[in-house]
């Protein structure tokens, strides 16, 4: 046991390394770095947890780190993360896995040996049957979908919303789905097109589906609205469980730090590498997971599907001296 009032970062890594490897995750807020947010980076209080993170991660001497944020940041702000964490990123559009087109950066220490390959889903392999349409279309561009670069195909507008252009598109089932966001704010969710004048928005089960998470994932008696936030929020969990399988086979994960944590999609990933990837001995049998995380209504999907998961509060009040009092290790 070391003393946790007078840490030595020597003795810590000594430590950590007798009790096997650790995994650190961090998927830091977007909206300060987004091309569809105020793009302020750190300058955003919530741009400014970035910080905390890697605070944290150089106390933690992490055998294997992943972060995670959108494509379409500033070239000044990759250039800071990349200084930041000491790797340069790689990119990777979930189009490849899934049906949504979701452009993400990847800072990682893992093994990369290539984008996953494509499958091909398109919206048509995700969704429902027999859900009500929503509401009418007030314009359809052609009567053949035509691909846009990223797979999309914008069909039409709606005719009974109000607000930004954006959220009125209206697309066709031969295409992908635009990003999912926190979809919150009001009609934000994807809309897809029912027949030559109905459009209905995609469930939550559907947005579940496009981050290729395990379908109920978030339906735990809490709001659709509170799903669809939370998935928006999240990984695209394949593209995690690609990346996870380049950690070299002779590795045994002990300990996982999972900050901005949301539901645990990390969590899924890292048992979607070892059972649909081929890394059965990825976690260790005994294996903990500790997440970051503030919203409650994703801390209650967490603990629904991974009751073992030790949640440690905001990231502002987690540190290396908490770490050890807590023993959490």
């Given at each position: 046991?070391?003393?946790?009032?007078?840490?030595?970062?020597?003795?810590?890594?000594?430590?950590?390394?007798?009790?096997?490897?650790?995994?650190?995750?961090?998927?830091?807020?977007?909206?300060?770095?987004?091309?569809?947010?105020?793009?302020?980076?750190?300058?955003?209080?919530?741009?400014?947890?970035?910080?905390?993170?890697?605070?944290?991660?150089?106390?933690?001497?992490?055998?294997?780190?992943?972060?995670?944020?959108?494509?379409?940041?500033?070239?000044?702000?990759?250039?800071?993360?990349?200084?930041?964490?000491?790797?340069?990123?790689?990119?990777?559009?979930?189009?490849?896995?899934?049906?949504?087109?979701?452009?993400r950066l990847y800072w990682t220490?893992?093994?990369?040996?290539?984008?996953?390959?494509?499958?091909?889903?398109?919206?048509?392999?995700?969704?429902?049957?027999?859900?009500?349409p929503y509401g009418e279309m007030?314009?359809?561009?052609?009567?053949?979908?035509?691909?846009?670069?990223?797979?999309?195909?914008?069909?039409?507008?709606?005719?009974?919303?109000?607000?930004?252009?954006?959220?009125?598109?209206?697309?066709?089932?031969?295409?992908?789905?635009?990003?999912?966001?926190?979809?919150?704010?009001?009609?934000?969710?994807?809309?897809?097109?029912?027949?030559?004048?109905?459009?209905?928005?995609?469930?939550?089960?559907?947005?579940?589906?496009?981050?290729?998470?395990?379908?109920?994932?978030?339906?735990?008696?809490?709001?659709?609205?509170?799903?669809?936030?939370?998935?928006?929020?999240?990984?695209?969990?394949?593209?995690?469980?690609?990346?996870?399988?380049?950690?070299?086979?002779?590795?045994?994960?002990?300990?996982?730090?999972?900050?901005?944590?949301?539901?645990?999609?990390?969590?899924?990933?890292?048992?979607?590498?070892?059972?649909?990837?081929?890394?059965?001995?990825?976690?260790?049998?005994?294996?903990?997971?500790?997440?970051?995380?503030?919203?409650?209504?994703?801390?209650?999907?967490?603990?629904?599907?991974?009751?073992?998961?030790?949640?440690?509060?905001?990231?502002?009040?987690?540190?290396?001296?908490?770490?050890?009092?807590?023993?959490?290790?």
């Amino acid at each position: 046991m070391i003393d946790c009032r007078n840490i030595d970062p020597g003795e810590w890594r000594g430590f950590s390394r007798k009790k096997g490897d650790t995994l650190l995750m961090a998927g830091f807020p977007c909206p300060s770095f987004s091309g569809a947010g105020n793009r302020l980076g750190t300058d955003d209080p919530r741009g400014k947890l970035l910080h905390n993170a890697v605070a944290l991660h150089n106390k933690l001497h992490p055998d294997w780190f992943l972060y995670e944020n959108v494509a379409s940041m500033k070239q000044e702000h990759k250039d800071m993360i990349s200084e930041l964490i000491g790797v340069e990123p790689i990119e990777i559009n979930s189009n490849l896995v899934s049906a949504q087109n979701r452009a993400r950066l990847y800072w990682t220490n893992i093994p990369y040996h290539g984008p996953p390959q494509d499958r091909d889903v398109m919206l048509k392999h995700i969704l429902e049957t027999n859900v009500d349409p929503y509401g009418e279309m007030d314009e359809v561009f052609t009567k053949e979908p035509k691909l846009s670069r990223d797979g999309l195909c914008h069909i039409g507008n709606a005719s009974n919303i109000k607000g930004h252009d954006a959220i009125k598109r209206i697309y066709h089932e031969s295409g992908k789905s635009p990003t999912l966001t926190t979809m919150s704010g009001g009609h934000r969710e994807p809309k897809v097109m029912v027949n030559s004048k109905k459009w209905r928005k995609l469930t939550p089960l559907e947005c579940e589906r496009l981050q290729t998470l395990p379908d109920g994932y978030t339906d735990k008696n809490i709001s659709n609205s509170q799903r669809y936030k939370m998935i928006g929020n999240g990984y695209t969990v394949d593209v995690i469980a690609h990346i996870l399988s380049g950690i070299p086979d002779d590795t045994t994960i002990q300990r996982v730090y999972s900050l901005f944590d949301g539901c645990s999609m990390g969590q899924v990933a890292l048992h979607r590498a070892m059972y649909s990837f081929g890394k059965q001995d990825l976690l260790a049998s005994d294996y903990k997971y500790f997440s970051s995380e503030i919203d409650k209504w994703a801390m209650k999907v967490t603990q629904a599907n991974w009751n073992a998961t030790v949640q440690m509060g905001n990231i502002k009040d987690v540190s290396l001296y908490k770490i050890i009092k807590e023993r959490w290790y």
